[in-house]
């Protein structure tokens, strides 16, 4: 979602903010957060949130595409409200993550671009441990792409602080390391389309929020959870796939993949992992009442 700069979040000089969460009808307190897929299971982890303002992130939408269902997707300052999580997946002892959250940075939005209010993150650690799980356990950690929110832990984890994820294998498209500004000290290593990174997880291409971006497929137990990464940012994409992302790196081809990903994601048997949704990452799309829209998962519908 954020780009990496080549000086990052580090180099901004942070303070505490509280950021404001969405508070309409759309939100859903009691949201899933770990599944079950056969031998597998897929747990949310998250690390903080961002803001981002509704008309500059999406510039095709207008003022009223942003009431009636929609305006519970804003928070009581006007921006979309949105989360920055990853996905833990565990399989037989083994454990992978699905991206690595902002890091502990607070980034008020006087300090941010324009299209975006406020920016934290600092939860992941903690969120591990109540799963279960230390940092040292993550044998890799695959990359959507690799934008600031999305590498935070792995590349940024503060000032004269070693990664948590030193021991893993970093994992992003030969595109997406080949175009980062900012090259890591500690090389990462390519995948490729239809790689199996982990068992039962696949590297699907997924190009247009970045040129290399990538989504990743957990198949198991007759299921499968499709890690979408930056493809949507919020659900009111879902019914408006066309609607144009100010921050997209090729914004045509943003708009064919949001196609084709809609397409997969309303096939039987298919789960998704939003991770800036912030009514509830784990979650299906669906057809009906007048439109497409996100069901966020509970234990009565999972």
Known sequence: MVPASPGGPDDVTHRRITMPLPTGHNSSPTALRSLRLGDHTVTVVP??????????????????????????????????????????????????????????????????????????????????????????????????????????????????????????????????????PAPPKTAGLPV????????????????????GHTAYVISAGGRRVIAFGDIFHSPAQLARPDWRVSMD???????????????ELTRPDTLAFANHFAQGQLGRVVHGGGGTRWEPLSEETA
């Open 47 to 180: 690390d903080g949130a961002v803001q981002l303002h509704p008309r500059r992130w999406l510039p095709d939408s207008t003022d009223r595409d942003w009431t009636g269902d929609h305006a519970g997707l804003l928070d009581d300052q006007g921006y979309l409200g949105t989360s920055v999580a990853s996905l833990l997946v565990e399989h037989d002892g083994r454990a992978l993550l699905l991206d690595a959250g902002f890091g502990p940075h607070d980034i008020p939005a006087e300090d941010t671009i324009d299209t975006i209010g406020a920016l934290h993150g600092g939860r992941l650690p903690d969120a591990l441990a109540r799963a279960g799980r230390d940092p040292a356990d993550i044998e890799a950690v695959a990359f959507t792409h690799l934008h600031d929110d999305h590498i935070g832990w792995a590349f940024r984890p503060g000032p004269d602080r070693p990664s948590p994820f030193a021991r893993a294998t970093l994992l992003a498209s030969a595109d997406e390391w080949a175009d980062w």
């Open 192 to 211: 490729t389309p239809g790689q199996e990174i982990f068992p039962g997880v696949t590297a699907w291409p997924a190009p247009g929020h970045t040129r």
């Open 249 to 263: 790196a090729l914004p045509g081809q943003a708009v064919r993949t949001r196609r084709e990903m809609l397409a």
